[in-house]
């Protein structure tokens, strides 16, 4: 079910209503159906993935948990990660190494073509295959003790807020909250219908129409473009991909925080980001974190931490700076690129950022006498550049679009004409300001409260004004998040 | 601030918000925003020939016009496409014809019948598609075209022209040629006017279209919401134009790629008449004279010179008509910034001036129809 869309707010209305009229148990099970009816609503049929994954894990973790053998511990593990990663391989990348089986056997001359297959990626794969890989990890590492409780660990797995796209969330983090005695109060309400109506504005009053910019600028004859072209579609498509996805998480910790559960915040003003080791700090935190933990620890060989919080840079501090470090940190990049999506763009895409880090680890033991802002600012700056520029191959058709894209960006002689609409160039510049006002009202709330007190009630409903009206009037889904297809 | 009182907030604003769309919105009706375009001072007239159309602007009318065509006897048809200028009449009174209804009538004892196909703003892209369907359904033995400079600056297939797309037959004419190959890539991944596009294929699609049917059958701003969309941008546009102080005599510079897809649409429009056997007549479209135009000039001129290039085989086939109507029959159309009232219209004309176009054209291409 799209989060965009008229029938989810009644769905989560009557499923709000239904689990606080019921008491704890029946609530469970209301939240257990809810989140199947809530995935079936895409394509039933494949559901009894979320089930079998569901299935194999519930009884992987219970038995890791009791084999008193340590080799049959590994077994159940290993049983774990070859289903989860095996529905993640045929169903995501099967495709994507035909094709590239294909075409080596082509540049070799060789005469043979393996057909293609029909394959729809389930919604959502991505997410709730790396949540029970990290739930029956952590029952291996002792972290967690397994879940007796099928429909508790189920609802766990396929909790609708989360499901399909994130946040990826520990075991630790959700299931504890499913099993405790719950209490209506009005605040979770509240906070809850202004994250929901937060992230449906962000979707569908901003994602929605800097889509319809980004796809056409992405879809010109690149020869047309220039570099102030393409710096302008990669900061539209930072914008929109932000937007997009944040307005997701937004939507999800609304609609779980209605139902009185906390999920940790999964984007922190990313384009503030004062260094690239700051930027994955803010974006997408959960993935990030689950990453960080559960790839580039165990292979850089040191210590994994148990939260979804924190995100990939808060393992970069003990050794940095140390060339043998680079070699995890690049290929955790590759494979996180290559989560996003089953395309060569993807990995450069992570290469890319493994590359920023990199620089930054470097550059960052080096001392330079100037003030601490100026640094701060100059860091910002780059950061900020630098992370938009990468969604280039995020975004562009293939690799080729976008060594051409990059090109441009680096030969001055492309910065003499401009190739896009002039409302481009504007809305680009104005998403930018009201990023930096939104942050510095945000960071200044307090003291706004403090100084404003009989104004900031006013100031408050007339901002949840253009947001409800806004909402009211865009609401519908023309399209879907731009997480879904990873 | 306490809970309670947040909560007051988030519902006193749920409040205000239906009661401020009820206000604005809630007796609102329709709006032609392409009407709504060409201002208080400039009528659509659609030239129609004893109840049947001649000139049309939407598919939808097509079925109307064949059905007065076969009426008329069935006979080769001149096919001119153009925008608003064709349809648009300045300072309107009754009687007043287009350069459709004029050019239809030196054409009474010709062997031919009219089509005019006219859409607001369109792209030489969509004339291609435009093209490639018309002379697949109906006899087009010669094609009039129009071209605006302006227009090229425009890259979008609008959302009516799609069912166009959709047709096989019609699609697979397209993809043999870069325009019609782009243009169908365009209709995979544009969501056109379809609300629940993100749906497709899904269980959610029966809901939210049952849901959508029943909202707007029993709640009018729910209906209305498409029409507070357009207001929402008209506003913005007009925000835009008045905080920048852009107005119609402001500069507007190529598109480089846009102009570049269109330029290969007239290209590709060419070479599909060429294999049809259809005679091409293009002319450049009047624009008024009496003030600095709103193009970068050494653009223009490379455009008509490249124009030129285009037809340099048959040079007679190209006319330009930007300065064949006198200052005195252009008029003016409602304000684009907020706060002024009238501003130039550089693209509609009154009717004295349909004449002289509808003239101009028949003039040069009368002795071509003679001989076929």
Known sequence: MLFNSATF?????????????????????????????????????????????????????????????????????????????GLLVYFKYLLFIIDNFNSTASLLGLNFNIPHLNIILPLGISFYTFQTISYSVDVYRG??????????????????????????????????????????????????????????????????????????????????????????????????????????????????????????????????????????????????????????????????????????????????????????????????????????????????????????????????????????????????????????????????????????????????FLGLRENDYLIAALIMISVLVAYFISKNLKPIRKFTKLIYPVAEIVQLVIIIILVFTFLRPISQFIYFQF | MSNRFSLIILITAFIISFVLLQIFFGNAKATNFEELALGHETSSFFYRYKDHPINISELDSLDKYVEGWKSRGSRNIILWLGNSQLHGINQYKGGDNTSTGYFYKHLMNADYDLLSFSIPNANLQEHYLLFEYLKNILPVKKLIIGVCFDDLRENNIRDNLIPIIKKNRIRNLLILTATGKSIVNVDLTNPGNDDLAALNETIQKYSERSLNNWLNDNWYLWNIRPEI????????????????????????????????????????????????NIEVFTYILPIRQDVKIPYDLNEYKS??????????????????????????????????????????????????????????????????????
Do not use: C
Request: no cysteine; hydrophobic share 45%; aromatic share 18%.
């Open chain 1, 9 to 85: 707010i009644i769905f989560l209305f009557l499923v709000v209503i239904l689990y606080w009229s019921l008491p704890h148990k029946p609530g469970l099970y209301v939240l257990f159906i809810s989140s199947y009816v809530f995935y079936g609503f895409w394509r039933i049929e494949f559901l009894s993935l979320v089930i079998i994954s569901t299935l194999v894990d519930y009884f992987a973790g219970l038995k890791i948990y009791s084999s008193q053998n340590q080799k049959h511990k590994k077994y159940y593990l290993f049983l774990s990660l070859f289903m989860n990663l």
């Open chain 2, 303 to 372: 455009f008509k010179i490249y124009l030129a290039s285009l037809n340099v085989a048959q040079k007679d086939h190209l006319f330009n008509f930007e300065n064949i109507i006198p200052s005195k029959y252009w008029g003016s159309k409602d304000a684009t910034m907020f706060g002024k009232k009238d501003e130039l219209d550089f693209m509609h004309f009154q009717a004295a001036a349909h004449k002289i176009l509808s003239d101009s054209l028949w003039n040069n291409i009368n002795g071509y129809l003679k001989n076929n």
């Open chain 2, 229 to 276: 969309r357009g207001q929402l941008f008209n506003d913005l546009y007009m925000l835009r134009n008045t905080v920048l102080n852009i107005n119609p005599t402001s500069k507007r510079k190529m598109i480089k790629s846009n102009y570049n897809n269109n330029i290969e649409a007239l290209k590709d429009i060419y070479l599909s008449a060429k294999e049809s």
């Open chain 1, 143 to 416: 972290f967690i003790k397994p879940e007796k409780n099928f429909v508790t660990y189920a609802t766990y797995v396929s909790f609708f807020p989360q499901l399909v796209a994130g946040p990826i969330l520990r075991a630790g983090e959700v299931i504890n909250q499913l099993k405790s005695k719950r209490s209506f109060n009005i605040e979770n309400i509240n906070i809850g219908i202004r994250r929901v109506l937060y992230g449906l504005f962000l979707k569908v009053v901003l994602a929605d129409n800097i889509s319809q910019i980004v796809d056409t600028g992405f879809s010109q004859n690149i020869s047309f473009l220039s570099a102030i072209d393409v710096w302008t579609l990669a900061f539209l498509f930072g914008f929109q991909i932000y937007f997009d996805f944040s307005a997701y998480s937004h939507i999800a910790l609304g609609s779980a925080r209605l139902i009185g559960i906390e999920f940790p915040e999964n984007f922190n003003f990313p384009y503030l980001a004062t260094s690239p080791r700051d930027f994955w700090k803010r974006w997408h935190i959960s993935l990030s974190s689950w990453i960080r933990d559960y790839l580039y620890l165990p292979i850089s060989g040191r210590k994994v931490l148990d939260t979804s919080k924190g995100g990939l840079a808060t393992a970069a501090d003990s050794k940095q700076g140390k060339l043998y470090n680079f070699l995890p940190l690049f290929i955790t990049w590759a494979i996180m690129g290559l989560w996003h999506g089953a395309n060569w763009t993807f990995v450069f895409w992570g290469i890319y950022h493994a590359f920023l880090i990199a620089i930054y680890r470097l550059t960052s033991v080096l001392h330079f006498n100037i003030s601490s802002k100026v640094k701060g600012f100059l860091g910002w700056g780059f950061t900020l550049l630098f992370s938009m520029l990468g969604w280039i191959p995020f975004r562009a058709k293939n690799l080729d679009d976008t060594f051409k894209m990059l090109g441009k960006v680096f030969n001055p002689y492309e910065y003499n």
